[in-house]
């Protein structure tokens, strides 16, 4: 008991932080509540570093302690300091700002439930723990849009997590077992399996913004605040994304799983990046990216269990895409959610120029960039678990991706015919922090992926 | 020993890091840094080029001055360079073209900055595209290559440049993932999991189905990075569009990438597939050269013209490649690979020549149709008189450039597919149109409108000077390029 608290020590650091802000809060303390929250994270993110290299289960097998939990909380607690940040510049000063706070720190926790889940019950309560914060950060700004996309993610969170569950009562009625680690049993029952992971599909696809599950998303990251769909767009999808490894790591390959997760996958990138090749809106532009991205994810969980590879692509991928994902977000944040918005701002602003073009070409996966090294991993792991005909697609989709991510860099060195707009771009010192540090680590990624690389194996 | 290889390749981007810590330096003193940049690179690739590509211990595998760094080690990546006969002459090539590049780019005034970065980005990409040794470093070098292009065409391009650079960007990217999918079989498919090309080279990792699909990718790749019909529908578009500058560096040295990566990946790391599927090269290198020179004849946009005959030419180094990876003895072998990157030497400073010329007339007529001009060699005779020796080196008048390269390659061609000779007819077709640009241009009745066209200034022949002097030279001595490029082709075995 003792053991599994200590092996737990980060994920209840985080909870206390949880709470901690709620009380500053409360308290009217919205400041107060703020650093608590970054000091707690980063509290958090120090305590995982001894855990390197652990490979154990707490709470009779329920939890993972592993490479992928572990790397799951050094990637997403600075992911969400870095969120918070952006919080902070955009809600700072609003009535609820600190209860923002302690949901975005509440879904983290989620995030962090899913990527360790060795237990179909963790990862129920991962999804709805996610889910209930993920609505009232949405409807926060409560304007007319900011509330429908609300709406209509929770009905659909409501209406996947149910088929959810339905499905994973087949794998206990297989099983007899909610752990994971039983799933093996099901090795003579394929289609009970398959129905199964299915289900969970559904779910955590749902989570992770996954065709055909990604409705809710454009809508959601358009209502919501910028900086809200960008922690949205990264923190709850990379923990979903590791909540699918962890279950594909006991699942039999009778079930066809990853035939499955290759359909899903080809679906994802293609879709993703054609629905993005028609948006005018800068901000439903990088959710359909985000869709697409998640279908790249894909190659690293299809790999699971058949190339060595694959946790490290996935971890790697991670890292990289959460900051050039929050980079670009921040980027938005300070010039404007419009293409339109976007005109001869890499004129008059260099550094922002430099550092929307990076984040866009390393989104787009061209070297030496992070998002290069994340995807060439992928690639080869995909490609070692006999998915090559899979890679050609991606690849094939990664064309289309420049020309989508092209559409924003082009404006940005075009004359502008108002120049009025460049007044509202005020720079804001923790949204410029904020792309800066993701500006520092999509290039470091790149370079120096051999750090990554060679503290996860 | 001096890591002389990697000071020559870093050496333009630190330029690059000095003019963006300058941010408010004066465009004279940015583009200063810039040629002194270039210059000391030049200075780098002529000293590789004397220590030779002699392998003194012979534990670079065919390569000479091998320097390497760990980068990746855990998926067995490394910081590797080196050079052989093979690229030597490409990065001598480079550092040329690029001093002269931004010796004549000099007059720039928009956005000095940021032109003078990207030009020493793209050189150092280009350098080490040719010296990587490690699949990834040289796909990391080949890319940046790209998005460098891109903006410099999207930015000091011509009228239509947003959609050219656009295109130009898809297309080539387009053109390069393949290479990554290949990249990835031959890390996958071999004994130890490592990205180092000597060890591709000297064992190649794949064989039968896999190697022929391998090489059906990369050869995706170089055929659009050539260009060889019907995959050279971006180079016009980009040409036409892009600066002078950029159409000379883009003809000059970028699309030596693609036959360089032919005999680099292609042929040495696939050489069985390579041998199997040489007829079907050798007929689209035949298409591609007599293509090119058909379009070339019906083009009335002078800059065009030259872009076409560039397919041209690249479908001789294609053709020589293809013997190459055909024939069976190593004597033919030498001898098509020699005149294969001979051409590829001759035609970066040929077409590089031709392109400043054409860039020089564009600015001072702001027109490129050749029907607008006439009677130019009375005007402006050093301007004309230079067009007219580059125009006959590209024809492949004997004593200048391209005729030891080309008939080199004719030369083994006869000797291992006789009926291929027929791309000799390329020749008389260029000879054809490079003669009616000629007449139409610097010849006839003189048109009133140019009579005040100033010659050529300093700058300009600083800028052609060196370019003419090395297309006579290669032409009647082409043997002090031909020896070192000898040492290794004869040494090929496969």
């Known amino acids: 008991m003792a053991n599994d608290l200590a092996l737990m020590l980060p994920e209840i650091i985080v909870l206390l932080t949880a709470i901690a802000a709620l009380v500053a809060e409360m308290l009217r303390q919205p400041r107060v509540a703020f650093f608590v929250s970054i000091t707690g994270l980063a509290v958090a993110t120090m305590l995982t570093l001894p855990l390197l290299g652990e490979q154990a289960t707490a709470f009779s097998d329920t939890f993972r302690i592993d490479t992928l939990s572990i790397w799951a909380k050094l990637i997403l607690l600075p992911a969400t300091i870095l969120s918070l940040l952006l919080v902070r510049a955009e809600l700072g000063g609003s009535a609820r700002e600190g209860t923002a706070y302690v949901l975005i720190i509440m879904i983290t926790l989620a995030s962090l439930i899913m990527a360790g889940a060795g237990d179909t019950m963790l990862l129920v309560l991962g999804i709805l723990l996610a889910g209930l914060g993920s609505f009232a950060l949405v409807a926060y700004p409560r304007t007319d849009a900011a509330t429908e996309a609300a709406m209509k993610y929770f009905v659909f969170a409501s209406v996947t997590a149910g088929v959810m569950i ?16 039983e799933l093996v049993i099901l090795e003579k029952s394929p289609a009970l399996a398959a129905i199964g992971f299915i289900a969970v599909v559904i779910g955590l696809g749902y989570k992770a913004a996954l065709v055909p599950f990604h409705f809710w998303a454009p809508d959601a990251y358009e209502g919501a605040p910028v900086s809200i769909a960008a922690y949205l767009s990264v923190i709850p999808k990379v923990g979903a994304i590791f909540a699918l490894a962890q279950v594909v790591r006991d699942l039999p ?90 005109k001869n701002t890499g004129r008059q602003f260099p550094m922002i120029g430099v550092a929307m073009v990076v984040f866009l070409i390393s989104l787009a996966g061209i070297p030496p960039l992070a998002g290069f090294v994340g995807k060439f991993l992928l690639f080869g792991a995909a490609m070692e678990a006999g998915f090559t005909w899979l890679v050609v697609i991606a690849i094939i989709n990664s064309v289309l991706s420049l020309a989508v991510y092209l559409r924003i860099v082009v404006p940005m060195y075009q004359p ?13 010192p923790l949204v410029r922090q904020v792309w800066f540090a993701g500006l520092l680590l999509t290039v470091l990624i790149g370079l120096a992926a051999q750090f990554l690389l060679g503290s996860i194996s | 020993m001096l890591p002389i290889v990697s000071l020559t390749l870093f050496l333009p ?42 392998d003194p211990d012979m534990a670079g595998k065919g ?15 490394a910081y590797r360079v080196g050079v052989d006969g093979i690229s030597l002459p490409l990065v001598l090539l480079t550092a040329l073209l690029f001093l002269l590049t931004l010796i004549y780019s000099s007059k720039v005034r928009k956005q000095p900055q940021a032109f003078v970065v990207l030009m020493l980005i793209l050189e150092t990409a280009a350098i080490g595209t040719f010296t990587a040794l490690d699949a990834i470093l040289f796909y990391v070098f080949f890319e940046v290559s790209l998005v460098s292009m891109y903006f410099m065409i999207a930015g000091w391009g011509h009228e239509d440049r947003q959609r050219a650079a656009q295109m130009f960007f898809i297309y080539t990217l387009l053109g ?127 800059k065009r013209l030259i872009a076409y005959t560039s397919v041209n030419h690249m479908g001789y180094v294609i053709v020589g490649v293809a013997i190459a990876a055909l024939t069976l003895d190593p004597e033919i072998r030498a001898i098509a690979l020699d005149g294969s990157v001979l051409q590829m030497v001759s035609h970066g400073l040929v077409t590089g020549a031709l392109f400043f010329l054409v860039g020089m007339l564009q600015d001072r007529a702001q027109t490129r149709e050749m029907d607008q001009f006439g009677g130019l060699l009375k005007t402006v005779p050093l301007l004309g008189w230079s067009f007219v020796l580059a125009a006959f080196a590209s024809l492949g008048l004997p004593g200048l450039a391209h005729f030891p390269a080309e008939f080199q390659i004719f030369l083994a061609t006869l000797r291992e597919e006789p009926w291929a000779v027929i791309v000799i007819l390329g020749i008389v077709i260029t000879a054809g149109l490079y003669l009616k640009a000629i007449s139409q241009v610097f010849l006839g009745a003189s048109n009133e409108k140019w009579k005040t066209m100033p010659d050529l200034d300093r700058r300009e022949l600083l800028t052609l000077g060196p370019l003419l002097f090395f297309i006579i030279v290669l032409g009647i001595a082409p043997s002090w390029v031909l020896d070192v490029v000898h040492q290794t082709t004869i040494a090929l075995a496969f």
């Open chain 2, 176 to 302: 390069s993932l393949p290479l990554l999918l290949a990249i990835l079989g031959l890390y996958l498919g071999g004994e130890t999991h490592t990205f180092d090309m000597r060890v591709w080279i000297e064992n190649p990792p794949l064989e039968g189905g896999a190697a022929m699909l391998a090489l059906i990718a990369m050869l995706f790749t170089f055929a659009v990075k050539t260009p060889v019909f019907p995959f050279h529908t971006w180079l016009p578009a980009a040409h036409v569009q892009a600066p002078a500058a950029g159409s000379v560096i883009l003809a000059g040295v970028m699309l030596k990438f693609g036959t360089y990566g032919l005999i680099r990946f292609a042929l040495q790391m696939t050489p069985e597939a390579f041998r199997e599927a040489g007829v079907v090269v050798l007929i689209f290198g035949v298409v591609a050269a007599l293509y090119g020179a058909f379009a070339a004849l019906a083009q009335t946009d002078l």
């Open chain 1, 253 to 342: 390959v009778e079930s066809a799983w990853q035939w499955i997760i290759a359909a899903v996958a080809v679906l994802s990138m293609t879709y993703g990046y054609l629905a993005a090749l028609g948006q005018q809106n800068v901000v439903r532009l990088l959710a359909y990216s985000s869709v697409a991205q998640a279908g790249y994810f894909l190659l690293g969980v299809i790999a699971v269990g058949s190339s060595p590879l694959a946790f490290e692509s996935l971890i790697v991928f991670s890292a990289a895409y959460a900051a050039m994902n929050l980079g670009a977000f921040a980027i938005v944040m300070q010039v404007g959610r419009t293409l339109e918005a976007f």
């Open chain 2, 13 to 54: 981007l630190l330029g690059a890091i000095v003019i963006m810590c300058h941010r408010n330096a004066a465009a004279e003193k940015v583009h200063k840094i810039g040629i002194i940049t270039s210059a000391l690179t030049l200075l780098g690739a002529i000293w590789m080029w004397v220590r030779g590509v002699a």
């Open chain 2, 63 to 77: 390569f000479a001055q091998v320097e390497q760094i760990d980068w990746m080690p855990s998926i067995g990546a």
């Open chain 1, 166 to 181: 339905f499905g994973l009562t087949y794998w206990f009625g297989g099983t007899g077992s909610t752990l994971l680690s």
């Open chain 1, 416 to 428: 502008s015919e108002n120049e009025v707009i460049t007044t509202d771009t005020v720079t804001i």
